[in-house]
């Protein structure tokens, strides 16, 4: 049996629950290599804050937020946008989260977008219309408050953040996987998600995609989603609500209402895969472990 080379990572400036024992970058180096997790002097520094040196690593800058610095001086980046960069891979938050979900078993696989088995008697169980979670303060002007009153005029939406809140909360802080299984578990009664980021793009780049998707596809909640605009190139747009498709709130509420008076077009979107065929490496583990045998051969 072949012995595993040895490799030492660190992490700096992530969030302050991050396991930097336990993560999706740490599982993956896991499959070709042992792995010791330390600060004193790793081969690689993945950092979430700065591309600065740190001894003699390579430091590969990781962006989780709808932010890239145009000054980052990190060789190797990771982010969810599509850039065309030497040194840059996409790596999109949502990957994080799947990870996760893995590891406390939400789900059975890393790769779990691409294995939907609804329950029979799901729409049963959806005795519920529409959630809308948001653990930040939001505001009076954002497409989020304003799509939510309005689709709210067809039917009550639950509001169970801190935004526009008028039901019970729902626990665990933002930011964190106890508070997205929290999440996950409410959003299992709901016939649809109100899944909008907090921004869009990045200086004319796009592809940002955090848990706010992945979250209710993971309860069988269709997203109604708002942000990246080139979310139909990774995700199957007959198995969610793309605004974006609409172009309006009026036209996508419209299409919203149709879903939810016909089951039988309930379920073709449930049943529908998620993944589009031209995305569904991105969200293998052989992606991953591939980006970072490129990095570490380097």
Not at 16 to 22: E, H, L, S, T, V
Not at 146 to 172: D, I, Q, T
Not at 190 to 196: D, G, I, L, S
Not at 197 to 222: F, H, N, Q, V
Request: hydrophobic content about 35%; glycine content about 8%; aromatic content about 16%.
């Amino acid at each position: 049996m072949d012995t595993k080379k040895t490799i030492r990572v660190w992490f700096r400036d992530f969030w302050g629950k991050f396991d930097a024992n336990d993560n999706v970058f740490v599982w993956i180096l896991k499959h070709n290599y042992d792995v010791i997790v330390t600060s004193d002097n790793p081969d690689l520094l993945i950092s979430g804050g700065s591309g600065a040196p740190h001894q003699n690593a390579k430091v590969i800058y990781f962006s989780s937020e709808l932010y890239l610095p145009e000054d980052n001086h990190a060789k190797y980046m990771l982010s969810s946008f599509h850039i065309d960069r030497e040194g840059h891979f996409r790596v999109p938050l949502m990957l994080l989260y799947a990870y996760d979900y893995f590891r406390f078993g939400i789900t059975d696989t890393y790769e779990s977008v691409f294995t939907k088995t609804p329950p029979a008697d799901l729409l049963k169980n959806k005795t519920e219309f529409c959630a809308y979670i948001s653990r930040g303060s939001g505001r009076a002007d954002c497409i989020r408050t304003n799509f939510f009153h309005e689709l709210s005029k067809y039917k009550p939406v639950s509001g169970a953040g801190s935004h526009l809140n008028n039901h019970a909360r729902v626990g665990g802080e933002a930011g964190t996987i106890e508070g997205s299984i929290a999440k996950h578990e409410f959003l299992k009664n709901f016939k649809f998600t109100m899944a909008f980021e907090g921004g869009s793009g990045l200086r004319g780049d796009y592809g940002w995609i955090t848990e706010k998707i992945y979250e209710p596809m993971m309860a069988y909640s269709i997203p109604i989603y708002w942000g990246n605009i080139r979310i139909n190139e990774d995700f199957n747009n007959k198995s969610f609500i793309n605004w974006h498709d609409y172009g309006s709130d009026e036209a996508c509420i419209k299409r919203i209402m149709e879903i939810d008076g016909d089951d039988d077009l309930y379920m073709d979107y449930i049943n529908s895969s998620y993944v589009t065929d031209k995305a569904e490496s991105l969200f293998t583990t052989d992606y991953l472990i591939d980006i970072f045998e490129k990095i570490i051969n380097d």
